[in-house]
C-alpha cells in the first residue's frame, strides 16, 4: 500500500528514492518507481533555465548551471551533452563574432585606402597645376590618415621640391628681368650722350662734346 501511494504520489519518474518497506514490496509484487531526491528537483528546475541562457546566447551562466548539473551525478550523459552543447555554441559564436569583426575592418580599411588615394590623386591635380601648397596640403591630409606614409611623404617631398624650384626660378627670371631693364636703360642712356656729344661736336663745341663723351 505505502508502495503504492509512492507511486501515486511521484509518478513515472526515472531517478527515484525508495522507502525500506516499498523495496521490498518492489521484490514482491509492484513495480515501485523511487521518489525524487530534492537535489534531482532542483536540477529539473536548473536546466530550462540554462536552456534559456544558451538560446538568449548567454554562454558563461548556461555552461555554469550544466556543469553543476554534471556534478550531480544523476544523469551524467545528458548534463555532458548538454554542457558541451554549451561550449560548441560558445566557440561557434566567438567565431562568428570574430569573423564579422574581420569583415568589419578589411570594409574599413579597403574604405580608408580609397580616401587615401583619393587625396594623392587630387594631390597630384594640384601639384600638376602648380598649386604647389595646395598639393602639400592635400598629401599631409593622406600622411595623416596613416595608410601608406612612404608614398605620401615622398608626395610631399615632390611637392616641397617643385615649389622650391618654381620659386627658385621665378626669383631668377625676376633678377634677369631686373638685369635687363638696367641694361636697357643703361645703354639708352649712352646712346644719348653719344648723340648730344656728336651733335656738339658738329657745331665744333669741342669742350662740351668732350664732357659729353667722358660720361
Same mark, same amino acid.
Given at each position: ?6 507511486? =501515486? ?30 537535489? #534531482? ?8 533555465? %540554462? *536552456?534559456?541562457?544558451?538560446?538568449? =546566447? ?29 561550449? =560548441? %555554441? ?11 569583426? !574581420?569583415?568589419?575592418? =578589411? ?8 580616401? &587615401?588615394?583619393?587625396? @594623392?590623386?587630387? *594631390?597630384? *591635380? ?5 598649386? &604647389? ?16 606614409? #612612404?608614398?605620401?611623404?615622398?608626395? @610631399? ?8 624650384? #618654381? ?20 645703354? %639708352? ?8 656729344? !656728336? ?17
Amino acid at each position: 500500500i505505502q508502495c503504492e501511494q509512492e507511486i =501515486k504520489q511521484t509518478g513515472n519518474r526515472t531517478r527515484l528514492y525508495w522507502s525500506d518497506k516499498c523495496r521490498m514490496a518492489y521484490k514482491r509484487t509492484c513495480k515501485a518507481v523511487p521518489i525524487q531526491s530534492e537535489q #534531482a528537483k532542483a536540477n529539473n528546475l536548473e536546466l530550462p533555465k %540554462a *536552456g534559456n541562457e544558451l538560446k538568449e =546566447k548567454k554562454f558563461d551562466p548556461a555552461i555554469a548551471t550544466f556543469q553543476k548539473a554534471l556534478a550531480m551525478n544523476l544523469d551524467n550523459a545528458a548534463a555532458q551533452a548538454k554542457l558541451d552543447a554549451a561550449n =560548441k %555554441a560558445k566557440a561557434d559564436e566567438e567565431v562568428r563574432k570574430k569573423a564579422e569583426e !574581420d569583415a568589419k575592418n =578589411k570594409a574599413e580599411a579597403e574604405k580608408k585606402r580609397a580616401d &587615401f588615394e583619393k587625396l @594623392i590623386k587630387e *594631390g597630384d *591635380g594640384k601639384l600638376k597645376d602648380q598649386k &604647389f601648397d595646395e598639393a602639400i596640403a592635400q598629401y599631409n591630409s593622406a600622411l595623416a590618415m596613416q595608410v601608406d606614409d #612612404a608614398v605620401a611623404n615622398t608626395k @610631399i617631398k615632390e611637392a616641397q621640391d617643385a615649389k622650391n624650384a #618654381a620659386e627658385e626660378a621665378k626669383r631668377k627670371a625676376e633678377e634677369d628681368a631686373k638685369n635687363k631693364a638696367e641694361a636697357e636703360k643703361r645703354k %639708352a642712356e649712352f646712346d644719348a650722350l653719344i648723340k648730344q656729344g !656728336d651733335g656738339e661736336l658738329k657745331e665744333k663745341h669741342f669742350d662740351p662734346a668732350i664732357a659729353t663723351f667722358q660720361k
